[in-house]
Every structure is written in C-alpha cells, then in structure tokens.
C-alpha cells in the first residue's frame, strides 16, 4: 500500500484495478479542514491523463507490475513490435500505449516494457539516445553559436531546435525526458 504521503512524480499505484503513474502532485493544507493531494495521474493501460484528490493519509494498492528488457524491432499494422531479450518472444503494443515515447524509438534500441497481469502496456525509454538529423537548414555566415537555434528534423520525424552549427547528417545525443538537443557525437 502506497500513502499519500508517500506520492512523488513517477511513482505507480492502482485504482479499480488500473495501473497509473503520478505525473504531478501537490500536496495542501488548507487553513480550515483537513490536508489533500492534489494529483494528476495517467493511466498506464489507455494513456489518458485524470485529476484526482486524495484526502491526506489515504491509501493506494501498489500495482504488480513486471519490467521486460527489450529491443524495438519495427512498427506495423498491429502496432510497435518488441522482442524479449531473454526469451525471444516478439510483443506488440498499440500506437496509444507507446505514445509520444515513438519520438525516439530506433530498431534495435533496447528498452524496458512494463507488463501489468501479463499484458504489455507500456514502454520506458533510456535517458538519453542518438539520432540522426534527416534535415535541417544549412548554417548562415554570421550565425553565432551562442542564442538562438534552428529546427531540426530527426530520423524519426521528430522535430526539435538545435544550436547553428549542427548540419545534416549529424548524431545528436537527445534527452528523451525533455525532447531536447544534449549534444553532437562524434
């Protein structure tokens, strides 16, 4: 059992026998009446995202969930095919569970799958991986490294603003948490 107390940003629980994950959280107290957590909580088996308030000290189920490793191999008709490192079965997840993690999926990155009863239901990406630019507008005489950025397209499609001397064909390192340019890999 999970308390309120206990609540921080990513942490899991369970409600009518749905896993969530705690996306924001606040906790108050009013100045009459008693303390309540503010949360905002997604729902890790349909992606959609609900409010919700917990009255201080109330209690949460802790749902069972399992960690897979696994590598990305494709997407297709049904979905994003996984294939389980240990055992060699291929999983697939629906577009609605990867979500926007598809931003940085390449074939044979290895990430964790969560399983809740068996089902796969959601993917979590490492911090951090390379991708190639597709496209981008070559730099200006004049431009400065320093302020300012130009948006770059990566093989993915994903679509994120980098400093002025980053050209076509580059690797960037990109954090997946924020969507942002770390840095060009040599």
């Known amino acids: ?5 206990e609540f921080k940003k990513g942490v899991y629980i369970e409600l009518d026998g749905v896993p969530y994950q705690i996306v924001e959280f606040q906790h108050v107290k009013p100045g009459k009446g008693n303390s309540f957590t503010r949360t905002r909580i997604k729902n890790l088996v349909t992606g959609n995202t609900i409010d919700r308030t ?6 949460c189920e802790e749902p069972e969930l399992e960690t897979k490793r696994m590598q990305y191999l494709y997407k297709d008709g049904n979905g994003y095919q996984f294939l389980d490192l240990e055992s060699y079965e291929q999983a697939a997840l629906e577009e ?3 979500g926007d993690n598809k931003n940085y999926l390449t074939e044979n990155l290895e990430i964790e799958v969560l399983y809740f009863r068996n089902r796969p239901i ?8 390379q991708l190639a630019i597709t496209y981008c507008e070559p730099a200006v005489k004049g431009d400065t490294v320093s302020g300012g950025g130009k948006p770059a397209t ?6 994120i603003s980098v400093p ?15 969507g942002e340019y770390v840095e060009k890999v040599k």
């Open 154 to 159: 990566l093989s993915t499609g994903l679509v």
């Open 164 to 178: 002025y001397h980053i050209k076509q064909g580059d690797l960037l390192k990109v954090d997946t948490r924020t």
């Open 122 to 129: 959601t993917v979590e990406l490492p911090n951090f991986v």
């Open 1 to 5: 059992m999970i308390s309120t107390n």
């Open 96 to 98: 609605a569970s990867v």
């Open 54 to 59: 917990f009255k201080s000290g109330e209690r």
